[in-house]
């Protein structure tokens, strides 16, 4: 039996955990979830765990008589991490993989008596942001010491967690893949122009509304969609207004992965400029970008982080150093005056995609690590 585990399994954003939950072994997975009150769009048994209360088990077909077992009065004698991994050892849990640092963390004495092997993938801020508290350095070492396995999404995380003091030989690089069967790879006719994501600092969306501003200069009917939703998202808004870009740029919010695809099939370019935050959060490697490269869309980012380990620039993209608002412009411009190049592209993009970072890959490489 294979656990999972992870603050939670419904986040919008995070498709990839959801991928990884259905797909690395499917029919005899386990999820461990940190939070309450989830409705996992997964059929999987679930086990949701707190720092004070006991575990409880959701109860389902397969599972039910199991339930009555683990709420026998004698569990809840144990400690928490006791309880946990006596339950992990009743489904017979050989190998557990936790997603973020902090969620492995939470998971070492539980997995150490259960004893079973722990896995963990790092994905963006907690391999970065999170590197500048002490108390979390201290505790990852103690998950390099324990863990079979560190996962990093791009070779740039990797080589923080090496300089932190994790073994290289426990060190693995695996993106979140993406779907390829569904992306047909084509370059909409039209000046279109997209972009998906949190809005958050490290993803710049002002930035990104800025360069198109520039752009307009020379496509007055260009168009911009920015999809999704986060902290930065009211000021996006008022700076669209302030810049008069309302019959021009769509900011529709939370939309689903259909809803993504059928935008990248109806736009000309996909953009995304990622930045290093303030407090020091970066990216991994961003599924979105990945996504629009499958999908055939040439793709202007940033010099930021792993995007440069996807993106070729040159020859599927252009990549121009981060808050370069006026060199993204003129990128995007080159690609809307050349039609040819941005669908060549295009294509190179969405063979890089297939062969380097399809989900069926990156699950391929996650099952030989793990030996699933």
């Known amino acids: 039996m294979f656990a999972l585990a992870a603050n939670g399994f419904n986040k919008p954003s995070e498709t990839f955990i959801r991928s990884h939950a259905r797909h690395l072994a499917p029919g005899r997975t386990l999820l461990i979830a940190e939070r309450r009150g989830l409705r996992v769009p997964i059929d999987a048994p679930l086990i949701i765990y707190s720092k004070r209360l006991p575990v409880l088990v959701r109860q389902n077909a397969s599972t039910a008589a199991l339930v009555r077992s683990i709420a026998s009065p004698a569990r809840f004698l144990k400690s928490r991490d006791a309880y946990l991994a006596s339950i992990m050892q009743d489904f017979g849990v050989q190998t557990l993989m936790a997603e973020y640092g902090p ?9 150490r008596i259960a004893g079973c092997r722990l896995y963990v993938h790092f994905h963006g801020v907690d391999a970065s942001k999170m590197l500048n508290d002490a108390g979390i350095v201290q505790n990852y070492q103690k998950l390099f010491a324990q863990a079979e396995g560190v996962i990093a999404p791009s070779r740039y995380l990797a080589d923080n967690l090496a300089n932190l003091g994790c073994p290289v030989e426990k060190l693995y690089v695996v993106p979140c893949g993406v779907e390829i ?10 000046q279109h122009l997209l972009s998906v ?4 600092e490290k993803k710049s969306p ?3 509304i800025a360069a198109f501003a520039l752009v307009k200069k020379d496509f007055p009917e260009a168009t911009l969609e920015m999809m999704g939703n986060g902290p930065l998202y009211a000021e996006a808004e008022n700076e669209v207004k302030r810049l008069n870009l309302q019959q021009s ?4 919010g939370i939309v ?3 809803q993504v695809q059928a935008a990248m099939r109806r736009s000309r370019i996909f953009l995304q400029h990622s930045v290093t935050a303030n407090d020091g959060d970066i990216e991994g490697l961003p599924v979105a970008i990945l996504e629009a490269m499958a999908a055939g869309l040439p793709v202007v980012s ?16 252009f990549l121009v150093p981060e808050f370069d608002v006026e060199g993204m412009a003129a990128k995007i411009v080159m690609l809307l005056n050349n039609p040819k190049m941005a669908e060549s592209f295009g294509q190179k993009g969405h063979q890089r995609v297939s062969k ?15 030996n699933l």
């Open 302 to 317: 940033t010099l930021h982080s792993g995007i440069p380990e996807a993106v070729v620039d040159g020859d599927t993209g």
């Open 103 to 111: 969620t492995a963390v939470n998971l070492l004495e539980a997995t």
């Open 256 to 258: 689903t992965p259909p």
């Open 197 to 200: 994501g949190r809005f958050t």
């Open 249 to 252: 740029v769509s900011l529709p």
């Open 181 to 190: 069967e569904a992306s047909k790879p084509t370059v909409s006719e039209r």
């Open 206 to 208: 002002i930035s990104t």
């Open 356 to 370: 380097e970072f399809s989900r069926k890959v990156t699950i391929q490489k996650l099952q030989t690590i793990m």
